[in-house]
């Protein structure tokens, strides 16, 4: 049983087909004019933000309000890597402040499982994404998106060929991706220019590639990574003109990919940058898709960590218990 | 002066005998059941290995500056129950120890705690700035008598610094203590660079950042006939451009930690910043070069690097935490659990890269002398077959971040006699 | 020490009966079943409402809209016990709205699900009026909660279990009254 969501090298292939079935339930129980569920009524979820990420808290904020938890949004100015509050003190006012659950986004790899390790805090942790480390929920929803298309929004991903392709080696998407793809059956490469693959990228579950071209006819699923602007100042590649011929998604490049494959992109998109916009905007692109799925697969994992007396993941009752 | 009377103890491991030691010298060493002289105290030290007292290259006693975190005296007293009777303190306070003035009061401060020899090492450059020498001589001259000069925490970067720095050493048998790390190659790095790194998203520290530092220190120290130490070796890498240039005739000496011969870089994975440490933990691939180089004297001493750090700078997420790990009271035990206990080094090993070598790499006076009559009485009792569990908590440092939290380790210091004087016995400070 | 008892109350002719009588009964009461939506319980409410909603099209010869309605997130017991895991929810795609909705299961008890069901219901549109079909009423009820329709009325002991096994799910017919004493 995991209390926590930190990493998705933490799910197994069980929790993660669980997560991406009960954020289908949730789906079908917000078809219409979407009002509360009374879930987590009385139960309180913080969100503590050292980042700035309006989308990704967003995206909490709303999944826990559907369950009617009280949200508390702290975002915090500086981390203690700034000389403001240290994270233990910060933990230990939420501790006070009674949370049943943090979701944490922050720049330090490693900062949720202090949080949930140090014995700070007695709650959940809920990484929402942390340094260049990982970022569960976003994969989660990548997945919920990519068996909804592909895989008639059952099962696992057996087979299914993934492209991830931008900045691999600052990438928590790319990390949380690789996981928990290749956990639930997918084969995953990785296309990148060799500055931004990390050492030690070889060991991962996933082919490496330097050539975006020489994918595109066998994949179903694209996931273009953001370029960060501070990346083209750091030498990781000559410019960003060179880097967008190399290694942008056009929309001549996608013409190449098969019928049914889609783009997938974790936003906020540089348009004309690693995506053209005729790419963005059209039907095989389904970036707004991703976040609507964002919500439900939150409120999914809120629902397992939260919903019962005990955390969901890893253990679940039969329904049959009460009548 | 007291007259004591060892009885029993075995030397580097050999044969029992009893050790009579007065006016802080070894008066005596007569055949075991000897009957003590009336005025003597007698040692019981039957089953104990006697070494020569430890000698550490490479200390951070924090003072002056951060006595939160250690000072002279706490520091002294970790050393003492870690079998050692003579300590290099660092550079790195602040004040910085760059002057005559400075290396001066910490000394003193050793004197005044009379539990070990307290070293000072200087500063390489002004405020380990790498931008222009500290007034090196001057050290040397002071009451401190400086031999060991180095930035470490800093690598002197600029590679005309540290071929002048080598060069000017030179009048006085000095050395240069490099901190081997290569500065571009390491910005805002974490941990070690590899498939650990790779997956926990942790800026990577390369072992290249390291090997390329000791690669041009080595051609420098050739080039100038000056004398180089480096400072904690971490990579297998390292070892081989040691091993190269020792074969050559270079005048390289080098150290390696405890810590890099346990413990490897997958303890990151619980972010747990009682890890993270600079030079970062590596591979087990180097900890097992470090291991054989260290055996067969390519790696000539362990330096604890002995780094207290206050709670808060440990009690934090990783980026944010200090860089170091207490090292004094745990060495001679790390030491016995990775190359005695694993029969890569008998005991004469151990007094050799603890003891005769750093002593003489740091051209001490009175410190890693063999056990023999007539020499100063600084040496340190060891009952190899017990264990212990590393409680923090218990720690005579002020600090806490101990790596081995928990875990139980072979050998316990019984006793370390410091000119004659026992500093601990039965395993407390006496 | 006694064995547990096991009795079948109801076998599989019994189930037959129960749920055909059903059937009449909803299209006698909504006067034609012309704007009846059936909302079955999972998981075993949900073949039960399949079975009326067919006999119910046999009877009339044309489409009775029949789904499926999760209420496990409206529960008010949820956070006494183990996680749950949430089941299909299908409304027919005329929806709730102004319709005579009857809601199956298989077993009232304490009526909790019920309660729950009701808010769960809100979600999707405002029902002309809702009806309450069960194959079973134990009673125990903890709620001032009725069945419209009910296969049996079968008293019972807490200490008593009920099991309902349908075909689709348990390749066999029958409700088995267990007791443990």
């Known amino acids: 049983m995991t209390r926590h969501l930190l990493s998705c090298e933490d799910l197994t292939a069980e929790d993660a087909i669980l997560i991406l079935d009960t954020a289908k339930r949730l789906g079908e129980l917000s078809t219409g004019p979407m009002r509360k569920l009374p879930t987590l009524r009385g139960r309180t979820v913080v969100n503590l933000f050292f980042e700035d990420s309006t989308?990704?808290?967003?995206?909490?904020?709303?999944?826990?309000?559907?369950?009617?938890?009280?949200?508390?949004?702290?975002?915090?100015?500086?981390?203690?890597?700034?000389?403001?509050?240290?994270?233990?003190d910060t933990a230990m006012t939420l501790e006070a402040m009674g949370a049943d659950a943090v979701v944490i986004r922050h720049p330090a790899s490693g900062a949720p499982y202090r949080l949930a390790n140090a014995g700070w805090i007695g709650g959940s942790v809920i990484n929402a994404g942390d340094g260049t480390h990982a970022h569960p929920t976003q994969a989660l929803l990548d997945a919920y998106t990519m068996r909804d298309h592909l895989r008639g929004g059952t099962g696992d991903l057996q087979g299914l060929r993934v492209c991830i392709v931008g900045d691999i080696l600052h990438s928590r998407v790319a990390r949380s991706n690789v996981s928990l793809l290749t956990t639930l059956g997918a084969d995953v490469t990785l296309v990148a220019p060799p500055t931004l693959l990390p050492i030690g990228v070889e060991e991962w579950p996933a082919k490496i590639s330097y050539s975006l071209d020489d994918h595109l006819p066998e994949t179903d699923a694209l996931m273009m990574l953001r370029v960060q602007n501070e990346r083209m100042n750091s030498a990781y590649f000559p410019s960003a003109r060179e880097y967008s011929r190399r290694?942008?998604?056009?929309?001549?490049?996608?013409?190449?990919?098969?019928?049914?494959?889609?783009?997938?992109?974790?936003?906020?998109?540089?348009?004309?940058?690693?995506?053209?916009?005729?790419?963005?905007?059209?039907?095989?692109?389904?970036?707004?898709?991703?976040?609507?799925?964002?919500?439900?697969?939150?409120?999914?994992v809120l629902y397992l960590l939260l919903g019962g007396s005990e955390s969901g993941l890893g253990d679940l009752v039969d329904e049959e218990a009460t009548a | 002066m007291t007259t004591w009377h060892i009885a029993g103890a075995q030397p580097l491991g050999g044969e029992p005998v009893d050790i009579v030691i007065s006016d802080g010298i070894i008066s005596a060493i007569l055949p075991t059941g000897s009957t003590p002289a009336t005025n003597s105290t007698l040692i019981e030290a039957r089953g104990l290995i006697a070494l020569p007292g430890l000698v550490d290259l490479h200390t951070h006693l924090r003072e002056p500056g951060r006595e939160d975190a250690e000072t002279v005296e706490s520091g002294c007293r970790a050393a003492a129950l870690g079998g050692f009777t003579a300590v290099h303190a660092m550079a790195n306070t602040d004040p910085v120890a760059d002057s005559a003035g400075v290396v001066e009061q910490v000394w003193?401060?050793?004197?005044?705690?009379?539990?070990?020899?307290?070293?000072?090492?200087?500063?390489?450059?002004?405020?380990?700035?790498?931008?222009?020498?500290?007034?090196?001589?001057?050290?040397?001259?002071?009451?401190?008598?400086?031999?060991?000069?180095?930035?470490?925490?800093?690598?002197?970067?600029?590679?005309?610094?540290?071929?002048?720095?080598?060069?000017?050493t030179k009048a006085?048998?000095?050395?240069?203590?490099?901190?081997?790390?290569?500065?571009?190659?390491?910005?805002?790095?974490?941990?070690?660079?590899?498939?650990?790194?790779?997956?926990?998203?942790?800026?990577?520290?390369?072992?290249?950042?390291?090997?390329?530092i000791i690669a041009r220190d080595v051609l420098l120290a050739e080039h100038v006939d000056g004398r180089l130490h480096v400072c904690h070796v971490s990579t297998a890498g390292s070892v081989e451009i040691i091993r190269h240039a020792k074969a050559r005739g270079v005048k390289v000496t080098a150290e390696v930690t405890p810590h890099h011969l346990m413990l490897t870089d997958d303890l990151v994975e619980t972010y747990d910043p009682v890890y993270k440490v600079n030079p970062p933990l590596r591979t087990a691939r180097d900890v097992v070069a470090l291991r054989a180089a260290l055996a067969d004297g390519t790696i000539d001493a362990v330096a604890t690097d002995h780094a207290p750090h206050p709670s808060e700078s440990k009690d934090c997420e990783w980026a944010a935490a200090s860089m170091g790990m207490l090292g004094l009271e745990t060495a001679l035990s790390v030491v016995i659990e990775t190359m005695v206990n694993t029969g890569l080094m008998g005991w004469a090993d151990v007094a050799d890269r603890m003891s005769i070598r750093p002593a003489r790499i740091g051209g001490l006076q009175g410190q890693g002398r063999p056990l023999a009559v007539g020499e100063p009485a600084n040496l340190v009792l060891v009952d190899a077959g017990a264990?212990?569990?590393?409680?923090?908590?218990?720690?005579?440092?002020?600090?806490?971040?101990?790596?081995?939290?928990?875990?139980?380790?072979?050998?316990?210091?019984?006793?370390?006699?410091?000119?004659?004087?026992?500093?601990?016995?039965?395993?407390r400070l006496a | 020490m006694?064995?547990?008892?096991?009795?079948?109350?109801?076998?599989?002719?019994?189930?037959?009966?129960?749920?055909?009588?059903?059937?009449?009964?909803?299209?006698?009461?909504?006067?034609?079943?012309?704007?009846?939506?059936?909302?079955?319980?999972?998981?075993?409410?949900?073949?039960?409402?399949?079975?009326?909603?067919?006999?119910?099209?046999?009877?009339?010869?044309?489409?009775?809209?029949?789904?499926?309605?999760?209420?496990?997130?409206?529960?008010?017991?949820?956070?006494?016990?183990?996680?749950r895991s949430l089941e299909p929810t299908n409304i027919p795609?005329?929806?709730?709205?102004?319709?005579?909705?009857?809601?199956?299961?298989?077993?009232?008890?304490?009526?909790?699900?019920?309660?729950?069901?009701?808010?769960?219901?809100?979600?999707?549109?405002?029902?002309?009026?809702?009806?309450?079909?069960?194959?079973?009423?134990r009673g125990h009820r903890e709620l001032p909660i009725r069945a419209d329709f009910v296969g049996k009325n079968l008293p019972t002991s807490r200490s008593e279990t009920i099991r309902v096994r349908l075909r689709e799910v348990d390749d066999t017919d029958e409700v088995v009254l267990e007791a443990t004493s």
């Open chain 2, 172 to 212: 006085f048998d000095g050395v240069v203590a490099q901190h081997a790390q290569e500065k571009r190659l390491t910005e805002g790095a974490q941990m070690h660079e590899g498939v650990v790194s790779s997956r926990l998203g942790l800026t990577g520290w390369p072992a290249v950042a390291e090997e390329a």
């Open chain 3, 93 to 137: 795609a005329c929806g709730i709205e102004d319709r005579l909705v009857v809601l199956v299961d298989d077993v009232l008890y304490s009526g909790r699900t019920v309660r729950a069901a009701l808010d769960a219901l809100g979600e999707f549109g405002r029902p002309r009026a809702v009806r309450l079909a069960v194959l079973v009423d």
């Open chain 2, 387 to 427: 264990t212990w569990v590393v409680d923090p908590a218990a720690m005579a440092s002020r600090s806490r971040n101990t790596p081995y939290r928990a875990l139980t380790l072979p050998g316990r210091v019984v006793a370390t006699i410091f000119r004659g004087r026992p500093t601990v016995l039965e395993g």
């Open chain 1, 55 to 88: 989308r990704t808290r967003i995206s909490f904020e709303a999944a826990a309000k559907r369950l009617s938890a009280d949200v508390i949004n702290f975002a915090a100015k500086g981390s203690s890597v700034e000389k403001g509050e240290s994270l233990k």
């Open chain 3, 2 to 83: 006694n064995l547990p008892a096991h009795r079948v109350v109801l076998d599989a002719s019994d189930i037959s009966r129960s749920v055909t009588r059903i059937a009449h009964e909803i299209l006698e009461d909504s006067k034609g079943a012309n704007d009846v939506v059936i909302l079955g319980i999972p998981n075993r409410g949900v073949h039960l409402a399949h079975r009326i909603g067919g006999l119910i099209e046999t009877f009339e010869g044309r489409e009775i809209p029949v789904g499926s309605l999760d209420v496990t997130m409206f529960r008010d017991d949820l956070r006494r016990g183990k996680l």
């Open chain 2, 108 to 168: 003193r401060l050793g004197q005044t705690a009379g539990l070990c020899d307290v070293h000072p090492v200087g500063a390489v450059t002004v405020g380990l700035q790498g931008e222009r020498l500290a007034e090196i001589g001057a050290m040397a001259d002071s009451a401190a008598r400086v031999r060991i000069f180095s930035d470490d925490g800093h690598c002197v970067n600029d590679a005309l610094l540290m071929r002048r720095a080598l060069e000017y």
């Open chain 1, 247 to 300: 290694y942008g998604l056009t929309a001549s490049r996608m013409s190449r990919m098969p019928e049914h494959s889609i783009v997938l992109h974790p936003g906020p998109i540089n348009r004309g940058m690693e995506i053209a916009s005729e790419v963005a905007d059209s039907p095989r692109a389904v970036i707004i898709e991703q976040v609507r799925n964002g919500v439900i697969t939150r409120m999914a």
